[in-house]
């Protein structure tokens, strides 16, 4: 914890990087966006049924999907969450507590995975001193969650970085087509050929070191809650259901996995993922669960030098620091 002058002078700190920040090119949201309707709303006759209703070891929450004001992010697991009101439905206030209570519960996300995501969460937000966030401040380009050759979203210099893009993620279904279940080796070809692609046509195109990670992070973090975070083993309609309709497949029989997904397990599962398909590493970068804790409190993760002082900004508030 730190001492009540410690956090004087964070809070000084932070006053004067507001400032400052206003004349850099750090961008940070203040407008909310409209977003579609959710694909696919809960209907009369599930209202009705004991499974959707009933919340005890054996039944699930319903989709319920946003409603006008609600916001949702480019992330589809944040937005799955949210669809079934596991974390809050409108997408608004997210802390620190909140996040990992939900993330626990509706995925088994370790409590190390929600304290450095959510405090970079914190950081895209232009408020961060409130310690909180909203889902649609997460679309900021190369924070965290948001980067070029997505998955599932287009990016950024397309005007549209937050919205399900069904042709993007066509092409990394195509990659599965003839079998039932996700692997490391096929997730991995799926994931480098999105990097492949948008370099050649996005003439804005971004891959340093940390987006690096973060794009490899994206493709272990379906693995792993939708399979297993060890083996990256899921099957086909789980990844659907989650990516299509930002739903959490419990009707087709999905349930959180036993073990947790941590920033530990997600940087064993890159570190495979990049031997699979063989991408060559950035020179100086290491695969490693200190390089994936360096890249989301926004330090370079080769040279240790601060990228997003926003961040570190929140981290020292938050009571993060090298060794957490």
Not at 17 to 33: C, H
Request: proline share 7%; charged share 20%.
């Amino acid at each position: 914890m730190h001492s009540l002058l410690t956090l004087t002078t964070l809070l000084g700190t932070t006053s004067a990087l507001s400032g400052m920040l206003s004349n850099t090119n750090l961008p940070r949201s203040s407008t909310s966006k409209k977003i579609l309707p959710g694909p696919r709303l809960v209907s009369r006759e599930e209202i009705s049924s004991p499974i959707l209703t009933k919340r005890d070891n054996t039944t699930y929450p319903p989709f319920l999907g946003p409603r006008p004001g609600d916001v949702r992010s480019p992330c589809p697991g944040l937005n799955a969450l949210a669809n079934h009101d596991i974390c809050p439905r409108n997408g608004k206030g997210y802390t620190i507590p909140l996040l990992t209570d939900c993330l626990k519960r509706g995925m088994n996300m370790g409590a190390d995975f929600s304290l450095f995501v959510g405090a970079a969460g914190i950081g895209s937000s232009p408020n961060f001193l409130s310690l909180e966030f909203d889902l649609d401040q997460l679309d900021h380009h190369d924070m965290v969650i948001e980067h070029d050759a997505s998955l599932s979203r287009a990016d950024a210099s397309t005007g549209n970085n937050y919205s399900f893009n069904q042709t993007i993620w066509d092409t990394v279904l195509a990659y599965y087509d003839g079998t039932t279940e996700t692997s490391i080796p096929v997730a991995a070809k799926a994931k480098y050929n999105r990097v492949q692609t948008e370099s050649k046509r996005d003439p804005t195109f971004t891959y340093g070191p940390v987006q690096f990670i973060f794009s490899y992070g994206e493709t272990a973090i379906y693995l792993s809650t939708m399979g297993d975070p060890t083996t990256g083993v899921a099957p086909i309609e789980y990844v659907r259901s989650l990516f299509e309709e930002e739903r959490l497949p419990y009707e087709e029989g999905w349930r959180p996995t036993a073990e947790p997904t941590t920033l530990g397990s997600l940087a064993a599962m890159i570190f495979e993922l990049n031997i699979a398909n063989g991408e060559e590493l950035p020179e100086g970068l290491t695969l490693t669960e200190s390089t994936l804790k360096a890249v989301l409190r926004g330090l370079d993760p080769i040279t240790g030098k601060v990228l997003d002082p926003v961040l570190q900004v929140v981290g020292g508030l938050l009571g993060i620091t090298s060794s957490s």
